[in-house]
């Protein structure tokens, strides 16, 4: 499978997002709550009875957590990868190449992570960060695979994980491209290459072999986009704040502090630089904010609320 993401690329790919992503703790503190299961069925949109379809087919897994009611609750990883999968059927994937890419996406290879190990150790001198990371990885592995492979899977940094986080904090525009000869990621806005010019010469090959076949792609900023813009998708506060940037958690924890009942935020380069705010009574504001917030990317956006409520929503200027 093609895969953009080396070991160290990723890191050094975050660190340079914003301050939630500088230490290795918070990286995987990140990763942690897009693995924790916040999400109902309905929140997702995707029938019982498909999932349970899936579950035979192995792309969906039958290990769940439930609710003090015995609900099924999914986390955002399992909810994206759900549309993801709703995706590639539309477009005809069968459910084996599915099960193949469920199992590739979604693994932790404790192999992988030993090479990251040696990756992070040969390169610790290169800064504080990959210094950290390095003696991150020396604790995970101290006593043993079996111990290294147990704390990794409490956080679950998979490909399909890590795609998410750097979408979300990196802004990055990735997308998963596939056809009957191969699969694998990309990312378009050409931002990976510019800062890495290593992987030109992989995207290179790519394009050489796109540009002789057919392909397929999905765009992974849009499937976030449609999840949040789903007024069903209700989550706690706790899990918004968990998967936003610093200067994002800083507005919202404004908002939660102070009634609103106008609020523009201005984003330049993926980061909030000016808010503008008018004062009202209204306390249920903050979910319905933080939801459209990380819907997609935009320069400009306003809301008008009234007795707690969004009442109005307009951006100006959305990038596509």
């Known amino acids: 499978m093609f895969n953009i993401f080396e070991p160290i690329n990723i890191f050094e790919s975050l660190r340079k997002s914003d301050d939630n992503s500088k230490d290795a703790q918070k990286i995987m503190g990140y990763l942690s709550k897009i693995n924790e299961p916040n999400f109902y069925i309905k929140e997702v949109g995707i029938s019982s009875k498909l999932i349970k379809d899936w579950i035979k087919a192995t792309i969906v897994d ?22 993801f999968v709703e995706e590639l059927r539309y477009f005809g994937v069968g459910l084996p190449e599915l099960a193949q890419y469920k199992k590739r996406l979604f693994e932790i290879d404790i192999n992988f992570f030993k090479a990251q190990k040696e990756a992070f150790q040969k390169n610790k001198g290169k800064n504080d960060l990959f210094l950290k990371l390095s003696k991150y990885y020396e604790g995970i592995f101290a006593n043993g695979d079996e111990e290294a ?43 990976f290459r510019k800062e890495f010019p290593d992987e030109q010469e992989t995207v290179n090959e790519l394009q050489k072999h796109l540009s002789n076949h057919s392909f397929t792609i999905i765009n992974f900023k849009s499937l976030l986009t449609r999840f949040f813009d789903n007024e069903k998708v209700a989550p706690s506060e706790a899990f918004y704040l968990g998967i936003m940037s610093e200067k994002e958690r800083d507005l919202l924890e404004r908002v939660k502090s102070d009634n609103y009942s106008k609020i523009t935020v201005t984003l330049a380069s993926g980061q909030i630089i000016l808010t503008r705010a008018t004062k009202k009574n209204n306390d249920k504001l903050m979910k319905q904010l933080a939801r459209l917030m990380k819907k997609g990317d935009f320069l400009q956006v306003e809301f008008v609320t009234r007795d707690g409520s969004i009442v109005k929503y307009d951006e100006t200027e959305i990038i596509k």
Do not use: H, Y
């Open 149 to 191: 492979l147990r704390q990794l899977k409490l956080f679950q940094p998979t490909s399909f994980a890590v795609t998410l986080l750097l979408v979300m904090a990196q802004k990055m525009d990735i997308a998963f491209v596939f056809n009957q000869q191969m699969c694998g990621f990309i990312e378009l806005s050409g931002t």
């Open 62 to 83: 039958e290990v769940i957590e439930k609710d003090n009611e015995g609900w099924r609750k999914f986390s955002l990883a399992e909810a994206i990868w759900l549309k």
